[in-house]
């Protein structure tokens, strides 16, 4: 049981890493219709986030440009896949469901958060939550038209 807890930990480790170091949808996206900046003023993180969204309000594209530790780089290049082709309610509940995965050891997430599996492992180290989650509480301010998010 431990070996395969070990390799799921490197999975994920090696997850993170690649998408801190090759971010997918990195930088302003064209023909976007909302955005919001996120700042993390405890370690100093920056996301601007970017959505082009519908008529209908569904997520036809995510772009993000930042700076910041590799755990918020990586946390906002997992988002902008995840979110990609959902509508807004969807983004909302990937954002909750992120929140919840982040922070409560017993939670049994849903298929739909399979690909952010990888962050589940700051909930063992508080100091980092914020890191994780900057990305999507930034998505919820674009959503709601705010156009700022902050971790505090």
Not at 12 to 29: A, V
Request: glycine share 8%.
């Amino acid at each position: 049981m431990t070996e395969a807890l070990d390799d799921l930990k490197a999975l994920y480790q090696e997850t993170i890493l690649e998408h801190s170091k090759r971010p997918r949808n990195f930088g302003k996206l064209a023909g976007a219709t909302v955005k919001a900046q996120g700042y993390n003023p405890l370690c100093g993180d920056q996301v601007t986030l970017y959505l082009a969204l519908d008529e209908r309000r569904h997520i036809q594209a995510a772009g993000f440009e930042g700076k910041g530790c590799a755990l918020c780089l990586a946390s906002a290049s997992l988002l902008t896949e995840a979110v990609a082709g959902k509508d807004e309610s969807e983004g909302r509940a990937l954002a909750e469901g992120l929140r919840r995965l982040c922070t409560e050891q017993d939670y049994r997430p849903p298929a739909a958060l399979e690909p952010l599996q990888a962050l589940s492992g700051v909930r063992n180290y508080p100091v980092r939550v914020k890191c994780a989650t900057l990305p999507w509480h930034t998505l919820v301010a674009a959503l709601d038209g705010k156009g700022e998010a902050t971790t505090e």
